[in-house]
């Protein structure tokens, strides 16, 4: 079974301008996470999806990101525009529906903002 | 609202020693806890969880956790450490059992000596 897939693996940008990440959960897996995780520190959920929809965004930072998942598979988040302070990982992970205990993780999107 | 507390940022090890990783978490009500491990250029793996019942628990790859509500404290243990065990180790602390609204701690880096 292949694991959660994000691209690209790292991004290199300079500061003021748009970039996104893109995230394919595990088959059969409708809810969807987002996390940002500074260097050295844990994970922080931005956005969870049940499906298409995003049932928890409080932590998104709306000025300038934006999430997407159209179809309930494939998942975008943008930053627009980029600053210092997003250069981070982004990681994306995936459950069954209904199994919220357990969460599948993928690499990660290394991204470096100059 | 949770938190999470892990004392060490790094421990170094010898292969074949004994291992503890500390974690102290802060939650008025029962917690519900998780440890990770995040190994270079992969996603965060769940090794264990507690919930309820027994305090000791079992995980994958070896490892096992103790609950200790007296103390606040959740600490991950494994009886010899193998080279492979050099990775970022997190702690995560929840109201629920839903691992999607977990706080996470700020990580312990494993290096083990040959």
């Known amino acids: 079974e292949a694991g959660v897939v994000q691209s690209p693996r790292y991004k290199i940008i300079e500061k003021k301008q748009p970039v996104a990440f893109w995230c394919n959960p595990i088959?059969?897996?409708?809810?969807l996470y987002w996390y940002l995780q500074n260097l050295g520190q844990g994970p922080e959920l931005l956005i969870r999806?049940?499906?298409?929809?995003?049932?928890?965004d409080s932590q998104l930072p709306k000025d300038r990101f934006s999430a997407e998942r159209l179809k309930g598979v494939d998942s975008t988040l943008k930053i627009q525009p980029a600053e210092l302070g997003d250069s981070a990982v982004y990681l994306c992970a995936s459950s069954p529906l209904g199994v919220t205990d357990t969460q599948y993780f993928g690499p990660g999107t290394r991204l470096t903002v100059l | 609202a949770q938190s999470v507390t892990q004392p060490d940022i790094h421990i170094t090890v010898s292969e074949g020693a004994s291992l503890e990783l500390r974690c102290n978490y802060s939650?008025?009500?029962?917690?519900?806890l998780f440890w990770y491990v995040q190994s270079p250029g992969q996603g965060l793996q769940l090794l264990l969880k507690?919930?309820?019942?027994?305090?000791l628990v079992q995980g994958i790859k070896g490892f096992e956790a103790e609950f200790k509500r007296s103390q606040s404290s959740f600490n991950l243990r494994k009886p010899s450490v193998h080279w492979s065990d050099a990775a970022e180790y997190f702690c995560?602390?929840?109201?629920?059992?839903?691992?999607?609204?977990?706080?996470f701690g700020d990580g312990t880096t494993l290096t083990v000596k040959p």
């Open positions: 088959s059969g897996h409708n809810t």
């Open positions: 999806y049940e499906n298409e929809e995003a049932v928890d």
């Open positions: 995560a602390v929840g109201a629920t059992t839903n691992a999607g609204k977990s706080t």
């Open positions: 507690y919930f309820s019942g027994d305090t």
């Open positions: 939650y008025g009500a029962t917690p519900y």
